[in-house]
């Protein structure tokens, strides 16, 4: 293969956590280049619900920091809009969300308690099926889409490179530290390695002697018909998440899982499955003055979870110039602040604004092999929804 032009930061991954440490680094004048197997964003980072409301994450006060100045920082929308409501249909989910409400209050953040009557109001589509709600004073949800493309247009001004259609096959080393990654276009020298490529995360790191333990799920999400704007677009409840866009759909995922193997190249099939009639029901339920709308399309993406489905950003102890991040299927809300942490470990190495010790690889140290059977993550979801 014929060397071409390398970067002091090679970024292996184009989805939400790679472009959004790409564009920290290249704000700050660091020569970094992000590597995409295919088109970036064409996994759970474009396909998700778009929420920024992660109150139990040690990045939660920069998320909240950052999301409102986001598209003034990257100088492209975002589309985010602050705030979320979570609607309950039982007396135990009213219990079970107050938890939100207080972890988020210790951290200063506001919530008000709502009755039958404020949160009808409030969520104009909802029925006679909820008990009550929460208003977060925080968070909020933005456009998985639109943000994604801001952060690499805003990492491209300010001198990032973007490499799309490039599938990582190995790596380089020498005394202890990654000099080059091997690709299908030619080999790529570097300084520094950050791995945040979603699913293939764990296969990539285990080159490099240390795996981050992740299982790849398929995750779907329905869009319906435009309907009348609600005062605020982020509503979860049901079990589900998801918003309103500014046209008008109801955008909402859930799940439950499906698990996959994946292969080691190529992106993984994502047919419509037995679960979007699944997710559509309870979005019904959820939503019953919505429950005429169409569903017009439903997209799927392939996301990684840890086994205690926490995030990874830390660095190898096989190869001290590698970065690895796995952020467990919340990558998207966290991202302004997680591209904030990679650069802090890449460029200073610790992260200067939070603790992020809880996402140290060695709490997996002596993590079981058969991790994925003992937690019952092998049987697929649509399986299960079919059975019932």
Not at 278 to 285: C, D, F, I
Not at 332 to 348: C, K, M, N, T, W
């Amino acid at each position: 293969m014929n060397e071409i032009k390398g970067a002091s930061v090679v970024i292996v991954g184009g989805g939400v956590t790679g472009l959004s440490a790409g564009w920290w680094l290249a704000r700050d004048g660091v020569d970094v280049l992000v590597l995409e197997k295919g088109l970036i964003g064409w996994e759970a980072s474009g396909r998700n619900g778009g929420g920024c409301s992660h109150h139990h994450s040690p990045l939660f006060a920069e998320e909240q920091r950052l999301w409102p100045i986001l598209d003034e920082m990257l100088g492209y929308p975002t589309e985010f809009r602050g705030e979320r409501i979570r609607l309950a249909s039982s007396e135990h989910q009213m219990a079970l969300y107050g938890r939100a409400l207080r972890n988020a209050e210790r951290q200063g953040f506001q919530s008000e308690v709502l009755d039958v009557r404020q949160a009808k109001e409030m969520v104009p589509l909802a029925g006679d099926t909820i008990v009550g709600g929460y208003h977060y004073k925080f968070g909020g949800h933005a456009n998985p889409h639109r943000t994604l493309q801001g952060y690499a247009w805003a990492m491209q001004d300010h001198g990032g490179r973007l490499l799309q259609h490039t599938t990582v096959t190995g790596f380089r080393s020498e005394g202890g530290r990654v000099t080059a990654v091997e690709t299908d276009r030619g080999v790529i020298g570097c300084d520094s390695l950050v791995l945040a490529a979603g699913p293939q995360t764990g296969r990539l790191s285990a080159m490099l002697g240390q795996e981050v333990p992740v299982q790849s799920a398929r995750c779907e999400m329905i869009v319906t018909e435009p309907l009348p704007l609600m005062p605020l677009g982020g509503v979860d409840g049901c079990g589900l998440y998801g918003r309103q866009t500014l046209r008008g759909n109801l955008a909402y995922g859930g799940g439950p899982h499906e698990w996959l193997a994946l292969a080691e190249q190529g992106t993984p099939a994502k047919p419509t499955t037995p679960l979007m009639l699944h997710m559509g029901k309870r979005l019904a339920e959820l939503l019953p003055k919505a429950a005429h709308a169409r569903i017009i399309r439903s997209w799927a993406g392939v996301i990684e979870n840890t086994p205690d489905g926490r995030p990874v950003i830390d660095r190898l102890d096989s190869q001290a110039n590698v970065v690895v991040a796995t952020l467990s299927s919340v990558g998207f809300g966290l991202s302004p602040a997680s591209g904030h942490a990679i650069r802090d470990l890449v460029v200073d190495g610790e992260c200067g604004f939070a603790d992020i010790s809880s996402f140290k690889l060695s709490r997996f140290a002596a993590l079981e092999p058969n991790w994925r059977e003992l937690q019952g993550w092998q049987v697929t979801a649509a399986a299960e929804v079919l059975a019932a």
